[in-house]
C-alpha cells in the first residue's frame, strides 16, 4: 500500500525558512510525479511544486517561485521542500501528493493518485 508521510512542518516568523520532507513508501517514484499542495483556511487548494520522478523535471506555482526549492532522493522514496523567505501567506497545511500523469498536469490537481496526511505551516508577520 503507497503511504506518503509528511514531517518538517511548524511555526516561523517572516523571512524564515523551514524544510518539508515526504516520504513515499511502496511508490514506484520513477512512474509519478511527487509534490506538495497547500490549503490555507478559507481558501482553495494550490499546487506549489512537483518533481518528476523520471527526470527530475522540477515545477513551481508563480506565488513561491524563487523561494522554494523541491528536490528528491529517489533511493530512499523521498521528496523535500525547502522554503526560504517564507511570508504569512504561506501559512496553510501543506499536502504531499503523487501523481502518474504527465508533471506539468500535477499543480492542477485534477491527477492525483495519492496524498498524505498534512503539515500545518504557519508564519508570523
Known amino acids: 500500500e503507497v503511504q506518503l508521510v509528511e514531517s518538517g512542518g511548524g511555526a516561523v516568523k517572516a523571512g524564515g525558512s523551514l524544510r518539508l520532507t515526504c516520504v513515499a513508501s511502496?511508490?514506484?517514484?520513477?512512474?509519478?510525479?511527487i509534490g506538495w499542495f497547500r490549503q490555507a483556511p478559507g481558501k482553495e487548494r494550490e499546487g506549489v511544486a512537483c518533481i518528476s520522478g523520471r527526470n527530475g523535471r522540477t515545477y513551481y506555482a508563480d506565488s513561491v517561485k524563487g523561494r522554494f526549492i523541491i528536490s528528491s532522493n529517489a533511493n530512499e522514496k523521498t521528496v523535500f521542500l525547502q522554503m526560504n523567505d517564507l511570508k504569512p501567506e504561506d501559512t496553510a497545511v501543506y499536502y504531499c501528493?503523487?501523481?502518474?500523469?504527465?508533471?506539468?498536469?500535477?499543480?492542477?490537481?485534477?491527477?492525483?493518485?495519492?496524498w498524505g496526511q498534512g503539515t500545518q505551516v504557519t508564519v508570523s508577520a
Open positions: 511502496e511508490l514506484a517514484f520513477g512512474e509519478y510525479a
Open positions: 501528493a503523487a501523481d502518474a500523469s504527465r508533471p506539468e498536469l500535477f499543480l492542477s490537481g485534477d491527477y492525483t493518485d495519492y
